[in-house]
């Protein structure tokens, strides 16, 4: 694993990244909601890059992993600007970037993808979950963060309840995707667990028809969870890096 490096910010927030130089398009790994890159995904696809010479760029959001800030400040659009700043200041201009969003960052993927226009070489989705703060809360949930509320829920994978600030939930509402067309034409390979109980497969299929790109693949996996971290997946994954890029 490469050395935990710091690039700064305007404002002085310090993003947490690790770079690896390389061939192809850069691989740039978007983690999920309140994770970062010392996650099973993100760790197999640095290794992946290492052992085949591609170039390799992982990040913490503000406020995740070991970067500075406060996550109840964390938004899409706060870490939408966060990554395409790094990608500014860490890669070739115009260089070509693949991007791998996982759940939340499958939607912050589509976020970035459309930012970085022609450069953008594919993008790898799994178990994407764009436009969660609509389909993901019920009415009462989304009536406490409307009244700007803080909503906690419990978590399947800690003992700590997971917190949505109502600041998260205004700015997504604000950044759906899959109501209209998606301005993204390069290739896209979506994977999705069919056992996924945070986000039902059928938002990859909505996200296959709103893609202006007619190169989408959606790939179920049988008896995949939403994490799709067993050995088989991160394999998928890592043979889908090589196929699209």
Same mark, same amino acid.
């Given at each position: 694993?490469?050395?935990?490096?710091?690039?700064?910010?305007?404002?002085?927030? %310090?993003?947490?990244?690790?770079?690896?130089?390389?061939?192809?398009?850069?691989?740039?790994?978007?983690?999920?909601?309140?994770?970062?890159?010392?996650?099973?995904?993100?760790?197999?696809?640095?290794?992946?890059?290492?052992?085949?010479?591609?170039?390799?760029?992982?990040?913490?959001?503000?406020?995740?992993?070991?970067?500075?800030?406060?996550?109840?400040?964390?938004? #899409?659009?706060?870490?939408?600007?966060?990554?395409?700043?790094?990608?500014?200041?860490?890669?070739?201009?115009?260089?070509?970037? #693949?991007?791998?969003?996982?759940?939340?960052?499958?939607?912050?993927?589509?976020?970035?993808?459309?930012?970085?226009?022609?450069?953008?070489?594919?993008?790898?989705?799994? !178990?994407?979950?764009?436009?969660?703060?609509?389909?993901?809360?019920?009415?009462?949930?989304?009536?406490?963060?409307?009244?700007?509320?803080?909503?906690?829920?419990?978590?399947?994978?800690?003992?700590?309840?997971?917190?949505?600030?109502?600041?998260?939930?205004?700015?997504?509402?604000? #950044?759906? %995707?899959?109501?209209?067309?998606?301005?993204?034409?390069?290739?896209?390979?979506?994977?999705?667990?069919?056992?996924?109980?945070?986000?039902?497969?059928?938002?990859?299929?909505?996200?296959?028809? !709103? #893609?202006?790109?007619?190169?989408?693949?959606?790939?179920?996996?049988?008896?995949?969870?939403?994490?799709?971290?067993?050995?088989?997946?991160?394999?998928?994954?890592? %043979?889908?890096?090589?196929?699209?890029?």
């Amino acid at each position: 694993m490469q050395d935990i490096r710091f690039h700064t910010l305007a404002d002085g927030r %310090q993003i947490a990244f690790q770079q690896l130089a390389g061939h192809g398009p850069t691989l740039v790994f978007l983690p999920g909601y309140m994770s970062d890159m010392a996650g099973s995904k993100a760790a197999a696809v640095m290794d992946f890059a290492e052992r085949t010479g591609r170039a390799c760029l992982l990040l913490d959001y503000s406020g995740c992993g070991q970067s500075s800030g406060d996550f109840a400040d964390g938004t #899409l659009s706060r870490w939408r600007d966060e990554v395409l700043a790094l990608i500014a200041a860490r890669l070739e201009p115009e260089s070509p970037v #693949l991007l791998i969003g996982s759940s939340m960052g499958g939607w912050l993927m589509l976020l970035v993808g459309q930012a970085l226009g022609p450069r953008l070489a594919g993008m790898i989705g799994i !178990a994407a979950a764009p436009d969660f703060t609509q389909w993901g809360y019920d009415a009462d949930e989304q009536a406490v963060l409307a009244a700007g509320e803080v909503l906690r829920r419990h978590n399947p994978y800690g003992p700590e309840p997971t917190p949505t600030h109502p600041a998260f939930w205004q700015d997504g509402q604000a #950044l759906r %995707q899959l109501e209209g067309e998606i301005a993204i034409t390069a290739p896209v390979r979506l994977l999705h667990g069919q056992d996924d109980a945070e986000v039902p497969p059928a938002v990859s299929a909505r996200l296959t028809a !709103a #893609l202006r790109s007619d190169d989408v693949q959606l790939t179920l996996v049988k008896r995949g969870d939403h994490r799709l971290s067993r050995d088989g997946d991160i394999a998928l994954l890592l %043979q889908t890096i090589t196929t699209l890029g």
